[in-house]
């Protein structure tokens, strides 16, 4: 009734009192009332309390009065609480829930507290902890009193208990001030419960340590989140010492329970720690399970009361002080940024760890167990990387400690057993691939430091002290041949036996399952592959309780998901055929007792527990394997004990995992009682997850006693098969391949088993086209295995299934489409390739049985569609014969001959039929029944005779086809005389078979004639000539225009063969003149026709290799020769070339030579490209085949020529086929031939006026050079005053407007064809570079080149590159840098040295030098047009000038900015940087812009290929200030270097090639800086490494992302963990600073130049625009830009 009670609340209340305490004064006279009121009564009471506790619930602001507060005490109150003191209660009463209720409320807490009358010490929350909070009282009474426990702790502490003002309760009793010390100001809930600590905590012990001992899925459960409440605020009033330690000893094992994830949960437990372990005598006792919580807590807030826990520790005992401050470091946050660590804190707490651990004299257990948990902390959960790394160089540092303190047992279990194994473990089981590879490295370095300990010398010997061998570095390689490498060394250390079981299971099986699990991993199929091994490997090395447990694993995951079945069955079969235990005792038991194994699979399916057998199958084993190892303890040793052992497998195997696997095959699906067009999409990947269950199954029924495998197995193929009638593709898919494995698995023995169970269950329909492709694909796995007559046994049965696909019903249903289109199996017919598979075993006796149905069916045929059926099969047939091992040539030759001359004994079924036919009954006689009906009446007339010899020619052309393969095939040699013999019958055959009326025959005879020609058999010589005229006879038949179509095809093209074997290899038979000139009629009528060129060819050469003289030979071969330039055929242009070379060689030509070769060299100028190629061709095989005395003679008629192509040609191709010509000729002419060749170079070297006689001899040279090699040094005075002229910079000024594109291309030309000359001279002479003799003139040459680094052409400055990396390779920069500190002595000695002898080029002024080259090469690297042959030769030449400045000036590490000599500063937005005084240098650029835009081209200088150089700076007669000058040093080239990289990453994120070179070239910088010197340039080295690492955008390349880290890992090695993290987190922290304050600048721009912002904003979303639109161009086929030659990178 709500607020109209609001004035009746007294008279209510006064009445409920009365009627509650008059019942309960009834109540206490119960003996005077009937027994059948006394339940009304008691309903009546419990009814009058509800209302009360209603009225209390609703109307809590009400004023009760001093006097209804003493009515209800004394009417309601105290009985009742009097009463149910000598009870058992089972739930809460009435009393106790109107308690629940004052409890919640804080206005009701004084009633609480009033005291008994005749007890006035003691209050009602006395008595109620007193009367329900017994060991007696029922779990919800327990609960409801903690309940209001927890309301009294809480509800007094929250935010609105100052506003609650307290009811006035006459006698009041709550404990005075100076009890409770400190907590004098506590509420008054809190106070009421201070006198009841002891029992609450109690309670709770009780609590803690039930769930302590709960067993099995209890474990679980866990306190709730209210009493840990409780305990954390109750625990602060604790004053009990010995109390507080044993809640410690117990909440803390509790905390480390898996199931406690919940942080609220964790702090309320830590906070509770933290109060008692104040209390607690010997803090330290408890100091191990404090740290062990380092390492298992995961949350911010959890790990910062437990620092406070390690605080409270350290206030109880000082000596952990120290620990303590480092443990509240290490978890320290950024106050800043709040998701963040706070690096300098951390990284400043492991430097002090680190000293720490320095200056110990013995191993400090209390300092390193807290230490070793927080360092894996960081390793498993933090993904900084420098923080991770500090973790786990202090790890190895404890571990370097034990090993250098020798440290006891006692610790080694502690700190190592104890503590790292276990944490490692977990780490090598995590899926993050940086937390698995720092667990591993740690693993490694556990390894090394306890070698000699038994438990680790398995794992010591993976290790080996070269890189490329350890197991634990390549294990985790990036680069998978290594890792694979590391696993065969596994494997060959598990097959041993070297290595611990239980060391396997822990900690290599978590190595190789990342493998197995890693997405990345998964697709590289010999990693997989390897893996597979190696667990197959480490599993023949385990104990029976290992083997089981990681069977079940591998089993249990069949039935969890679909991906990596593959995978996964490959590990349960290497697994399986791992199997080591010796059941061979069980075999007898096996045989007696077979009904048992019967009954093996189906005794298992009525077990209620299965699945929670499934989810507790490691425990359940382990407590089996317990018990059985206790029983065998008690056993006798011996025979009996490996009995019991083998018992013991046996049921476990038989009782446990295949009753499991047989369930989770056979169980029911809702597909199977689905309808069969809905089957299609129910449950399919619940039915693929159970295929391969059935393997599985076989594989372990393969380890038990046969008799076993006899009884179970046809179950499990007839599930498999059944599966196999699934309208579901993938179930078909996956089960015909699950069989095809149980078929490898079982052997081929099996096969015509599970054949009988196919056709069994696929006997109609669609399930008819499953059996025939099934049946293939059994019988193709089964081809490495099978032995000849293997099949014999089901070889009707095989013919019967293929034959019906053939010619059956089958064949007419693969012609319509609506059932091919919806069915795999019918799409393609693999009965023919059955039959060749059959063919390949079926044994000798066996061959009339495979060819009888066939002839059966040609026999009742008279469709040629059926008879061509027959004809593929039987060429299939044919195809296997010859693969079957079994036959012998002997039996193969006979049963040809049988199948020619058609003697061979093949009585069909209708033959059968019509010799035993029985004669017709005589009408005369009486019938033997008059029931019997009469025959049903024929049509008149007669019906049209059949001829059994209609196809009779199909099995004369198969068994020419088996004659033909066996003599092509090799089976047949013609120096075995028994050979011979046997073929030498089959000459007449052939004969006869050439006048055949069939074309088939005849081409096959021909065919077999090609290879008896090769043999000297007498009956052929008798023939020869009548099978030669026999063969011209077909020429004219069927040879002639229009005649060679179809069959006669191939019947002209195998003539023409045979015809080319008899003249080639027949010595005894020479054709006639006549016969010649009608060969070469059709020969050269065939070339012209593409059908039949190859055989012309042939035949051509033939007649060329026996020197057949004719006249019309030589207009044959000129044709040849044209059409070796103008065929469109690549082919064909090869076959005329080989021919000619052919007849060149071979054929007298006499003075007919110089006109064949005056052709080709003529055809050099051919407008086709093709011809030119073949003409160069033909040329170069003149020049490798001739003799050197006639090629001698022809030289200068060659060299002239080609040499002209060389610049003249504008074909790539053609000008290095002509290259390759040239080299050729020189490589294989004398000396004196070469010399005269030479001085015709030098002329036109000389030739000044011509830059294209220039350019020629100077390509020319190179092919010198290349040729004559170090020979090549005698004429270097003759042409290095020419190259002089040549690359002189000074020679190169502009010319006219109009002249200007062609002219300066030419010259580009020029120079870059002397430069590369001079790169080639240096490399192939590299000792001309240091020596004296042309020293003055190099110099020059340096000079000149450096001047070209610059040039605007690409391939210019790739040669300028190359050959200062000849000139670099043939110094070392510690020469260099003596040097240098020489002359810098002794400046004397140098003039003196200068005046003598000429300075090399490097000597002269080297700082300058070493200035001007690296800002040259470093402005190459800016280039737009960067490609990666200049980029690596850059990087190259700038390490070798950053280990001489490193040398030259150890000290200077500049951080200022850069200027150049014209003293602006080197900016990145530049895509040339170079010192102003080479540009002054530079006549022909500076004139040629004009001090314009343009470019040489007429285009602008951007959308070039050709970097332009504009003078910017002073001049030559501007004076340069030497205190401009800087100084080169490597901070200088870091700068450059790091600019150069950002510049990439912001204006072209795509591409890499700029970034991934300056990444090299600090690697190479940093591997010659060494750890000594690495220090200062740490920050310029790390800086573009780690914005590629830390690079997520997608345009991110993955290469350049690798190449990073495998710098940084390098950094870090090289630089040290301390100062490496150092840098590192500095570096980091300077990035987000940078980002996170150009977010502000934008932020503030927006409000403060709100123009600003938008012009910017727009200005990106039309770059955006255009950036689209550029796309769609670039994808649209129909629109194509053209290309112009001035827009390439290199001009041609």
């Not at 494995?741 to 088993?753: A, H, R, V, W």
């Not at 570096?1627 to 123009?1651: F, L, N, Y």
Request: hydrophobic share 40%; aromatic share 6%.
């Amino acid at each position: 009734m709500g607020n109209l009670l609001q004035g009746y609340v007294p008279k209510v209340f006064r009445l409920l009192v009365a009627m509650v305490t008059s019942h309960t004064r009834i109540l206490d006279s119960r003996h005077l009332v009937k027994k059948n009121l006394l339940q009304l009564v008691k309903k009546v009471r419990t009814l009058a309390m509800r209302r009360l506790l209603e009225l209390f619930q609703q109307h809590d602001h009400y004023s009760f009065s001093q006097d209804e507060i003493e009515a209800l005490f004394v009417g309601v109150v105290w009985p009742q609480l009097g009463q149910q003191r000598s009870e058992v209660i089972y739930q809460p009463t009435p009393l106790l829930r109107l308690v629940h209720l004052w409890s919640k409320n804080l206005r009701y807490h004084p009633l609480l507290s009033k005291s008994q009358p005749d007890q006035p010490d003691r209050n009602l929350i006395d008595d109620i902890i007193t009367t329900f909070f017994t060991p007696t009282s029922a779990p919800p009474v327990v609960a409801m009193v903690m309940e209001v426990i927890g309301h009294l702790l809480l509800e007094s502490e929250s935010e609105d208990a100052a506003d609650v003002e307290p009811l006035e309760v006459p006698g009041c009793t709550i404990l005075q001030g100076e009890t409770l010390g400190k907590d004098s100001e506590a509420p008054i809930g809190t106070q009421l419960l201070l006198p009841h600590v002891a029992a609450i905590l109690g309670h709770l012990r009780s609590a803690v340590q039930s769930i302590g001992k709960a067993g099995g899925r209890q474990t679980r459960s866990k306190l709730p989140m209210s009493e840990l409440n409780i305990l954390s605020r109750i625990s602060a009033y604790v004053e009990d010492p010995q109390q507080s330690a044993v809640l410690v000893g117990m909440l803390l094992p509790y905390l480390r329970r898996p199931a406690i994830t919940d942080h609220n949960a964790q702090v309320d437990i830590l906070v509770t720690v933290g109060n008692l372990v104040r209390q607690v005598p010997d803090p330290k006792a408890c100091w191990e399970q404090l740290a062990a919580m380092l390492s298992s807590l995961e949350g911010r807030e959890p790990r910062g009361e437990l620092c406070k826990v390690f605080a409270a520790v350290a206030e109880k005992d000082p000596s952990v002080k120290e620990i303590a401050t480092v443990i509240h470091d290490l978890n320290t946050w950024d106050r800043k940024r709040v998701e963040e660590p706070d690096y300098d804190t951390r990284l400043s707490a492991f430097k002090s760890v680190n000293q720490a651990m320095r200056d110990w004299v013995a191993l400090d257990t209390t300092f390193a167990l807290p230490v070793i948990h927080n360092c894996f902390h960081i390793v498993l959960r933090i993904e900084d990387f420098s923080l991770r790394s500090n973790a786990s160089y202090c790890v190895t540092q404890v571990l370097q400690k034990m090993e250098d303190a020798s440290s006891s047992q006692e610790e080694y279990k502690k700190v190592v057993q104890g503590t790292i194994l276990p944490l490692v473990r977990k780490g090598l089981w995590s899926r993050n691939e940086s937390v698995h590879q720092e667990s591993v490295s740690l693993l490694a370095a556990v390894v090394r430091t306890f070698s000699s300990r038994q438990y680790f010398q398995g794992l010591a010997q993976l290790m080996d002290e070269d890189v490329e061998k350890d197991f634990y570095q390549n294990i985790t390689h990036i680069q998978h041949h290594r890792r694979s490498r590391a696993l065969r060394r596994l494997i060959n250390v598990c097959q041993t036996g070297g290595i611990n079981p239980s060391i396997l299971q822990s900690f290599i099986l978590p190595i190789t399952s990342f493998i197995l699990n890693d997405p990345q991993l998964v697709k590289v199929d010999f990693l997989q592959h390897e893996v597979v091994q190696a667990v197959g490997a480490m599993a023949a090395c385990l104990p029976w309780r290992g083997y089981l447990s990681l069977l079940l694993y591998y089993l249990n995951r069949l039935t969890q998901n679909l991906e990596g079945q593959k995978t996964n069955i490959k590990l349960i079969v290497a697994v399986l055929n791992a199997f080591h235990f010796d059941l061979s005792v069980l075999s007898a038991k096996a045989e007696d007792t077979p009904q048992e194994e019967e009954d093996i699979l189906p005794k298992e399916e009525e077990k209620p527990e299965e699945e929670e057998a499934e989810e507790e199958a490691d425990e359940t084993v382990e407590e089996e394997d317990e018990e059985e190892e206790e029983d065998v303890v008690v056993m006798e040793t011996g025979v009996d004990k490996e009995k019991a052992e083998a018992e013991m497998i046996f049921e476990t195997l038989t009782n446990m995992v295949l009753p499991k696997l047989h369930k989770g095959l056979t169980q029911k699906v809702k597909s199977e009682e689905a309808h069969k067009k809905a089957r299609l999409h129910a449950d399919s990947e619940e039915e693929l997850l159970r295929v391969p269950i059935a393997l599985a199954t076989v594989k372990l029924l393969q380890k038990l006693p046969g008799k076993v495998l006899r009884n179970n197995l046809q179950g499990v193929l007839l599930k498999v098969c059944s599966l196999l009638k699934s309208r579901s593709e993938d179930i078909r898919e996956t089960s015909r391949s699950t069989l095809v494995k149980i078929l490898e698995s079982l052997g081929p023995t099996f096969f015509p088993q599970i054949l009988r169970d196919l056709r069994h269950c696929l006997t109609k329909g669609y399930q008819v086209h499953v059996l025939t492709y099934t049946t293939h694909a059994l019988m193709k796995s089964m081809e490495e295995r099978l032995e000849p007559g293997g099949l014999d046994r089901c070889l009707d049965s095989l013919v019967e299934v293929f034959n019906e696909e053939l010619f059956g019903k089958l064949s007419e249903e693969k012609e319509v489409e609506g059932i091919t289109s919806k069915l795999k199996e019918a799409k393609s017919s693999k009965s023919s390739d059955s039959y060749e598979t059959l063919a390949k075993f079926v044994s000798k006796t066996s061959l009339a049985r495979l060819v009888l149905p066939l002839k059966e069916v040609l026999d009742s045929t008279q469709k040629l569609k059926t008879s061509r059926k027959v004809q593929d099969v039987m060429a299939k047939i044919v195809s296997g014969l010859m693969k079957n091992a079994g036959l012998t040539p002997d039996s193969m030759l006979i049963f040809s001959h049988g199948l020619v001359t058609e003697s061979l004994p093949l009585i069909t079924a209708q033959v059968k039929a019509k010799l035993s036919a029985a004669p017709p009954p005589d009408p005369r006689l009486r019938p033997d029944s008059c029931l019997i009906l009469p025959p049903t009446p024929q049509r008149p007339g007669t019906k049209t005779h059949v001829s059994i010899k209609t196809n009779k020619h199909i099995l004369v052309e198969f068994g020419l086809q088996l004659l033909h393969h066996c003599m092509k095939r090799g089976h047949l040699s013609a120096s075995e005389v028994l050979h011979l013999q046997m073929l030498d019958p089959f000459v007449a055959q052939l004969y006869d078979c050439l006048r055949s009326k069939h074309v088939k025959i005849v081409t096959m005879a021909m065919r077999c004639l090609t290879w008896f020609l090769r043999s000297p058999l007498p009956s052929l010589k008798e023939k020869v000539g009548k099978v030669a005229a026999e063969m011209f006879l077909i020429l004219k038949k069927y040879g002639g225009a229009g005649g060679s179509k179809g069959e006669n095809f191939d019947l002209v093209v195998t003539c023409f063969k045979a015809l080319t074997v008899l003249i080639r290899d027949v010595k005894y038979y020479s054709i006639d003149n006549d016969q010649l000139r009608v060969l070469l009629q059709y020969a050269e009528q065939d070339i012209l026709d593409y059908t039949r060129q190859a055989t012309a060819f042939t035949l051509l050469k033939a007649i060329l290799s026996r020197k057949l003289v004719v006249p019309e030979m030589h207009d044959v071969m000129g044709r040849i020769a044209e059409l070796s330039i103008k065929s469109e055929l690549d082919n064909v242009r090869v076959q005329c070339r080989q021919v000619f070379g052919k007849f060149l060689i071979d054929y007298p030509l006499g003075k007919k030579l110089h006109r064949h070769l005056e052709f080709y060299v003529r055809q050099l100028n051919y407008n086709v490209e093709a011809g030119r190629e073949s003409a160069l061709e033909m040329i170069a095989t003149v020049c490798s085949s001739f003799p050197q005395t006639l090629l001698e003679e022809y030289a200068a008629f060659f060299f002239v020529p080609l040499a002209s192509r060389l610049i003249n040609d504008n074909s790539a191709k053609c000008r290095k086929l002509t290259a390759l010509a040239v080299k050729s000729l020189l490589d294989k002419v004398g000396i004196p031939t070469r010399d005269n060749l030479f001085t015709i170079t030098a002329q036109w070297l000389q030739d000044d006026n011509k830059v294209l006689h220039q350019r020629l001899a100077a390509q020319l040279c190179s092919l010198f050079v290349e040729v004559e090699k170090l020979q090549f040094e005698r004429r270097l005075p003759e042409v290095l005053p020419q190259m002089l002229e040549v690359i002189d910079p000074d020679k190169y000024e502009a010319t006219s407007a109009d002249e200007m594109t062609k002219q300066l291309r030419q010259e580009d030309h020029l120079l870059y064809s002397a430069l590369s000359c001079l790169v080639k001279v240096l490399q192939e002479c590299p000792i001309v570079i240091r020596g004296v003799e042309h020293r003055k003139d190099l110099n020059t040459v340096w000079a000149s080149v450096q001047q070209h680094l610059l040039h605007p052409h690409a391939w210019v400055r790739l040669a300028s590159a190359q050959l200062f990396g000849c000139l670099f390779a043939a110094w070392k920069p510690e020469e260099l840098v003596a040097m240098e500190t020489d002359e810098d002595r002794t400046p004397k000695k140098k003039r003196k040295l200068e005046e003598e002898s000429v300075v090399e080029y490097l000597r002269d002024n080297t700082m300058q030098k070493l200035r001007d080259l690296s800002a040259d090469f470093c402005t190459q690297l800016q280039s737009s047009y960067l490609d990666h042959d200049l980029a690596n030769q850059v990087i190259k030449n700038l390490v070798f000038l950053a280990k001489v400045i490193r040398q030259v000036t150890p000290d200077t590490a500049q951080t200022d900015d850069v200027t150049d000599q014209s003293g602006d500063v080197t900016t990145q937005t530049d895509d040339v940087d170079e010192p102003s005084s080479k540009v002054s240098n530079r006549k022909r650029t500076k004139s040629a812009l004009g001090g314009n835009n343009d470019n040489r081209t007429g285009n602008v200088a951007g959308n070039t290929g050709i970097d332009y150089v504009r003078a910017t700076g002073s001049d030559e007669s501007t004076p340069v200030d030497d205190s401009k000058r800087v100084t080169v040093s490597l901070m200088w080239l870091f700068r450059r270097m790091n600019r150069l990289a950002k510049f990439e990453a912001a204006t072209a994120p795509k591409e890499t090639i700029k970034r991934s070179s300056v990444i090299k070239l600090l690697a190479a910088v940093a591997m010659d800086l060494g750890a000594a010197g690495i220090g200062p340039y740490l920050t310029f080295l790390m800086t573009p490494v780690l914005r590629e690492v830390n690079n997520a955008t997608p345009q991110a390349d993955p290469e350049l992302k690798k190449l990073s880290q495998d710098v940084l890992d390098l950094l870090k090695t090289q630089a040290g963990v301390q100062l490496f993290s150092q840098v590192y987190a500095q570096v980091q922290h300077t990035g987000v600073a940078r980002k996170e304050a150009r977010k502000r600048r934008q932020a503030v721009e927006a409000v403060a130049d709100p123009k600003t912002h938008a012009k910017k904003k727009i200005a990106k979303n039309l770059a955006k625009q255009r950036a689209k639109k550029r796309k769609i161009e670039e994808k649209r086929p129909t629109k194509k830009k053209k290309i112009r030659l001035a827009d390439l990178a290199i001009l041609q």
